[in-house]
């Protein structure tokens, strides 16, 4: 339940969409797999579970969907051995060569006839929908898996206006200014133990740094070099540990024990609450970190200039 990954959109103010509206849009395109003759296949499963029918988990003002995809491990290797073999028995047999338009549709006839025979691999992937605040979240550390998402809800529902998070300051101007002087860096965060900077060079070499003081001699050496900060680890309210991306992505999420003493005290009766109780805690924090993070965005671009 607990996203590992942010991966953040706007989604518009124009949008309005009620749990039982989602639900019912969502219904008409569920997931079936991939059959016989298709190499992949996606649709919307319940996020309550395998036998449960209700698509959408509406709490704190956030709506939960699961996207499940499914797609048939045929290596591009296998393909090409049967097709090696079949054009070689083709050139002796019939003493010819065979061509590269009859190679291509021979290629396409040996996947048909594999595909059915193929492993499949399904993952599932998660998003809630935040109206009130303006956020589309996708439990992603890809943008293609995140767009694979939103593509569908987006054919879904027949609109979805969503935008990339814009920000006045480089998210990678800010960070690096954190970490040269850590003072920079406003409450409730602090730093973390990881880091990546990057080059500015023809090179572009790039300097990783996990599990180390970051306030080391070599690290501010890097950022002396001209470095800058492409990924760096934060702590928000000693409560969720992540590392944020140059593109103003969040990942390696952790909800530290903090969060976890919080769920101490309630005795969920089934998996649905269970699921219910986390949602409500998870959306509740990720929100009020975002509003902080977004924040220091502001707050650094209404800074006069030196």
């Not at 998003?127 to 605040?133: F, G, K, P, S, T």
């Amino acid at each position: 339940m607990w996203f590992k990954n942010l991966y953040l959109l706007r989604l518009s103010s124009d949008f309005t969409i009620t749990p039982e509206e989602l639900h019912e849009a969502l219904e008409s395109k569920p997931f079936l797999g991939c059959g016989n003759e298709l190499r992949e296949a996606s649709g919307w499963v319940s996020p309550f579970g395998r036998n449960n029918e209700q698509l959408v988990l509406a709490t704190n003002g956030c709506l939960l969907v699961t996207l499940a995809h499914q797609e048939k491990m045929l290596p591009a290797s296998v393909i090409r051995e049967e097709l090696d073999t079949v054009v070689a028995d083709i050139e002796e047999k019939e003493a010819r060569k065979v061509s590269k338009r009859e190679k291509q549709d021979l290629r396409d006839d040996i996947e048909f006839q594999l595909l059915p025979k193929a492993f499949t691999r399904t993952k599932k992937m998660d998003a809630w929908l935040d109206q009130a605040n303006g956020w589309m979240i996708v439990n992603s550390s890809s943008n293609t898996q995140g767009e694979r998402l939103t593509h569908l809800l987006r054919n879904t529902l027949g609109s979805l206006p969503v935008t990339p998070p814009k920000t006045e300051v480089s998210p990678a101007m800010l960070m690096t200014q954190w970490l040269a002087d850590d003072h920079t860096l406003p409450a409730p965060f602090t730093l973390g133990e990881d880091c990546e900077l990057k080059g500015q060079g023809e090179e572009k070499s790039v300097a990783v740094f996990k599990r180390h003081e970051l306030a080391a001699d070599e690290v501010q050496a890097n950022l002396a070099a001209g470095k800058t900060v492409s990924k760096l680890g934060l702590i928000w309210d000693d409560k969720i540990s992540f590392i944020l991306t140059d593109e103003l992505g969040i990942r390696r999420v952790r909800f530290l024990d903090v969060l976890a003493d919080n769920l101490k005290d309630v005795d969920p009766q089934s998996h649905a609450e269970k699921l219910d109780i986390e949602f409500t805690l998870m959306t509740g924090e990720v929100n009020k970190l975002l509003n902080d993070l977004l924040g220091c965005f502001s707050a650094a671009a209404a800074e006069p200039s030196a």
